[in-house]
């Protein structure tokens, strides 16, 4: 039986909580596995991907890239040499060859035989929504197989697009538009106020038609975040790296990554039963 999933909604409360506007806040935030549950299984794999899923994650985000022969795979970088038992470029490999390495030993050999998947295997697991950062080369071979296979899957209401390829991402939006769109915020570079900062990330947002809004967790207790839900976007908050990120990551954001999804989905919890 599949589990209930979590609304998206913000509470409507009008009333204040820690000097913060209701808009503000939310009751749970959703849990995205970055990468799957990466801190205890390989990255971008199976095992991490279905180790989220059991751990209690709602969705779960990975990368994108095609093969030299067509075919798209699951995988961070784009060199093969990191997280794999083999080298080069996805772009420059085959299929065959990038199924032929290991994608689990580098992180122990307990994982030796997990492979890299493919992205119709990452699709095909239940229960979970999917964040899929557009990575690869950014040409019309590329994004029309996303869209064929998200089509294919079945799954177009359960993905969210993301990337740093400005033209690729919009193209996607046209062939799949059941799917969410998700900007990642501007660097916040030291020349800049907050209040610049979070005006960028406001206006490139509604300029850009985006869904989600993706802040870092070290700005999210900074910016008015209820500007943003009050425009219509789902505030996402990144990978939290102290107790002071987490908590603010869970009051503040409708979904937020994490790498550790049992921490995550206890602390979540636990901030829901003190309400």
Avoid at 190 to 204: A, G, H, K, P, R
Wanted: aromatic residues 8%; proline residues 4%; glycine residues 8%.
């Amino acid at each position: 039986m599949l589990r209930r999933r979590r609304s998206l909604s913000p509470s409507a409360t009008p009333a204040a909580r820690d000097g913060v506007r209701y808009s503000q806040v939310v009751s749970a935030p959703r849990i995205i596995a970055h990468r799957g549950d990466s801190s205890s299984l390989p990255e971008n794999t199976l095992a991490a991907f279905y180790g989220a899923r059991d751990a209690g994650a709602d969705g779960i985000e990975f990368d994108v890239h095609m093969t030299a022969d067509g075919h798209l795979i699951v995988l961070h970088d784009y060199d093969l040499a990191r997280t794999t038992t083999g080298s080069g470029f996805v772009h420059d490999r085959t299929l065959d060859y990038v199924r032929s390495l290991s994608a689990g030993s580098s992180y122990s050999e307990e994982f030796r035989s997990e492979r890299v998947p493919t992205l119709e295997e990452v699709l095909a697991i239940g229960d979970v929504d999917f964040e899929l950062e557009v990575k690869g080369l950014p040409n019309e071979r590329f994004v029309s197989a996303l869209i064929d296979t998200i089509r294919e899957m079945g799954v177009e209401h359960r993905v969210e697009i993301t990337g740093f390829h400005t033209v690729a991402v919009p193209y996607l939006r046209t062939g799949l538009p059941g799917a969410r769109f998700g900007l990642f915020s501007p660097r916040f570079e030291t020349w800049m106020s907050t209040q610049l900062f979070e005006d960028i990330l406001f206006e490139s947002a509604r300029l850009g038609h985006y869904d989600v809004v993706h802040v870092p967790a070290s700005l999210i207790a900074r910016i008015d975040v209820g500007r943003l839900r009050d425009a219509g976007f789902t505030v996402h908050c990144g990978d939290a790296h102290s107790p002071e990120e987490l908590a603010s990551a869970i009051r503040l954001s409708d979904q937020m990554s994490t790498t550790d999804v049992a921490a995550a989905v206890m602390a979540r919890d636990a901030a829901t039963r003190r309400g």
